[in-house]
T-cell receptor
């Protein structure tokens, strides 16, 4: 039973436009959400996170939106750059303080930025 | 800065053989974990540890053993490899209470 779902395996976006990656979750106990970026032959690297007490978090070109009632979050990248081409994983954890380390990951979305 | 170091990067085993994937981190993280990545399955948690001497099972622990004798090291042991264990394995660490995991570069294991 996939508790974190990324229903789009792939996404192609023109350079300079906005990339929107989506993620849905089923476990109502999840209260901390993260996005990771992964290049081929490398480990995932942390990109941005959001706590359930917020509905938006920004870091430069990256913004994560959380809709708790819909159990949905999205990652917006604007403007998209060729270096953003990678696989993006959504992840979630439950519990505050201790327990946040145990992440449940989605299946990933491969983003391709077209020059 | 070394971060999280995994060895070996590639390994081919025959069914029934045993091996150990090594993981070391130099960030003094209390939490360490092992994930496997399979096509269409994302990353799934195998085992984790919240400190030296403490380990627990994740989502897919069968066929794997772990131990944590030091803060720095968290080896993953396959006692009798099976083709279903063909995967890419990632070790990750973090401070307790912080969800941001730091990952190693991965170890690609093929079991024939």
């Amino acid at each position: 039973d996939q508790q974190v779902k990324q229903n789009s395996p792939s996404l192609s976006v023109q350079e300079g436009r906005i990339s929107i990656l989506n993620c849905d979750y089923t476990n109502s106990m999840f209260d901390y959400f993260l996005w990771y970026k992964k290049y081929p032959a490398e480990g995932p690297t942390f990109l941005i996170s959001i706590s359930s007490i917020k509905d938006k978090n920004e870091d430069g070109r990256f913004t994560v939106f959380l809709n708790k009632s819909a159990k949905h979050l999205s990652l917006h990248i604007v403007p998209s750059q060729p270096g953003d081409s990678a696989v993006y994983f959504c992840a979630a954890s439950e519990g505050t303080n201790f327990g946040n380390e145990k992440l449940t990951f989605g299946t990933g979305t491969r983003l391709t930025i077209i020059p | 800065n070394a971060g999280v170091t995994q060895t070996p990067k590639f390994q081919v085993l025959k069914t029934g053989q045993s091996m150990t994937l090594q993981c070391a981190q130099d960030m003094n993280h209390e939490y360490m974990s092992w994930y496997r990545q399979d096509p269409g399955m994302g990353l799934r948690l195998i085992h984790y540890s919240v400190g030296a001497g403490i380990t627990d099972q994740g989502e897919v622990p069968n066929g794997y053993n772990v131990s944590r004798s030091t803060t720095e090291d968290f080896p993953l042991r396959l006692l009798s490899a099976a083709p279903s264990q063909t995967s890419v394995y990632f070790c990750a660490s973090s401070w307790l209470g912080i969800g941001e995991l730091f990952f190693g570069e991965g170890s690609r294991l093929t079991v024939l």
